[in-house]
């Protein structure tokens, strides 16, 4: 019998897996296709990462069109390696033709694989360490380097210069019905923030099981002070697939951390005032949440009039707020309430485009309310679909 861990070497690693865009592409001479193989792999080893890393020739895995390295010094140097090799791609591209332009995706992530022998007794690797950067490369696009939540959040708590470049993408369904969240890497001169077109077609099909007419969130300042902000998002369902909806899954992301869900406050109940359990917490982070409610009645398909609300509290000393759509919605409502015997905050709106970032003041005016102890600003918006993001600033 086969005891694993004394006849298998079994290593926990950081894994960075690269290849080429476009490779296959018949029209492309075999020629070109080589002279791109080994520009990659010399990009690669030019680079100063790879260089001063303690790499062993059974840490390098070739596939072809590209190839994974292990490291086993720290998550951050698979993504050093990405950026460098991102910049050095760069200036070997310009003034090139079309054909001979070298563009690549990159998956890293971390993990175990064990150490086993080939045919011809050299040492190679294989597990689910370098399986899952591998699904997560094949996710991307040309110019996407995407990371796995364990080490995109081992990384962005090691810095803030982490969090500005490492940001939460989508979540995606890989084999065997696996569900996982991709992070994306992107700064100057590294890295695309668009989504790719597997998640794309992914979250198509996943979110045609509900749609949501209407959205109102509401912010409320509780504390000027401490600029503590309660949160409450409304939202009309609507089940448009042929089965019962059974449960419905919710994202919170902040700038303070957080422990534990209690620790933000949360509620959630449905539009009787019931509140709906926990079915699954999906992700416990210290900066980022997403856990599953289970409705206390499925919801029926074509069914209207149901609703459901979630509450929590949470600081945001950067004194912003953001809503991206993840689906179309028909009316949305943000609605901004601080106390009037504090120092009135009035908040900006701006239209944030996702591909560059770049944020636009809002044309749209909000309506003020003031009854005597709390002023509120309301801004009401139709049709939004998804890929929209508003950013509001106070």
């Known amino acids: ?34 002279k791109k193989i080994e520009v990659l792999q010399n990009c690669i080893k030019e680079c100063d990462t790879f260089k001063n890393a303690n790499i062993n020739p059974e840490m390098i895995v070739n596939t ?24 050095k791609l760069a200036v070997y591209n310009k003034g090139k033709i079309p054909s001979e332009i070298i563009e690549v995706r990159i998956g890293l ?8 022998n080939d045919v011809f007794g050299r040492k190679n690797q294989w597990g689910p360490g370098i399986i899952m950067a591998r699904r997560i490369m094949d996710i991307g696009d ?29 979540e995606y369904t890989v084999k065997h019905e696996q569900k996982m969240l991709i992070y994306y890497a992107a700064g100057d001169g590294f890295g695309i923030s668009a989504i790719p077109q597997q998640v794309t077609k992914d979250n198509l099909q996943t979110n045609k099981s509900t749609f949501f007419p209407s959205v109102r969130v509401e912010l409320t300042i509780k504390n000027p002070e401490t600029m503590l902000i309660h949160h409450k998002r409304t939202y009309e369902i609507v089940n448009i697939s042929d089965k019962p909806i059974l ?3 919710h994202g919170i992301a902040t700038d303070i951390e957080k422990k534990t869900l209690e620790d933000l406050k949360v509620s959630v109940y449905d539009e009787n005032n019931k509140e709906l359990l926990i079915s699954k917490l999906a992700m416990n982070y210290p900066y980022q949440k997403e856990f599953s409610t289970k409705f206390n009645e499925p919801i029926p398909p074509n069914e209207k009039g149901h609703y459901y609300t979630i509450e929590y ?4 000393p950067e004194r912003f707020f953001e809503n ?63 890929g929209q993001t508003i950013r509001i600033e106070w």
């Open 247 to 249: 449960e419905i899954s």
């Open 109 to 116: 992530s971390n993990g175990v694989v064990y150490i086993i």
């Open 313 to 316: 509290e949470v600081e945001e």
């Open 142 to 170: 040309s110019g996407h380097i995407l990371l796995g939540r364990r080490m995109a959040e081992d990384l962005r708590e090691l810095s803030d210069e982490y969090k500005k470049i490492i940001k939460p993408l989508s």
């Open 324 to 386: 991206a759509f993840l689906t179309d919605c028909q009316n949305f409502e943000l609605v901004f309430t601080n106390p009037v015997d504090s120092q009135l905050m009035y908040p900006v709106m701006y239209e944030i485009n996702q591909e560059t970032e770049e944020k636009t003041k809002s044309q749209l005016n909000p309506t003020r309310k003031d009854d005597g102890k709390n002023v509120s600003l309301i801004w009401n918006m139709k049709d939004m679909v998804r």
């Open 1 to 34: 019998m086969m005891t694993l861990g004394k006849e298998l070497d079994l290593i926990y690693g950081h894994f960075f897996f690269v290849d080429i865009v476009g490779s296959s592409n018949p029209e492309i001479s075999t020629r070109t296709q080589i």
């Open 64 to 87: 072809g069109d590209g190839l994974s390295i292990t490291f086993n010094q720290g998550p951050q140097l698979p993504l050093n390696l990405a950026i460098e090799l991102h910049k």
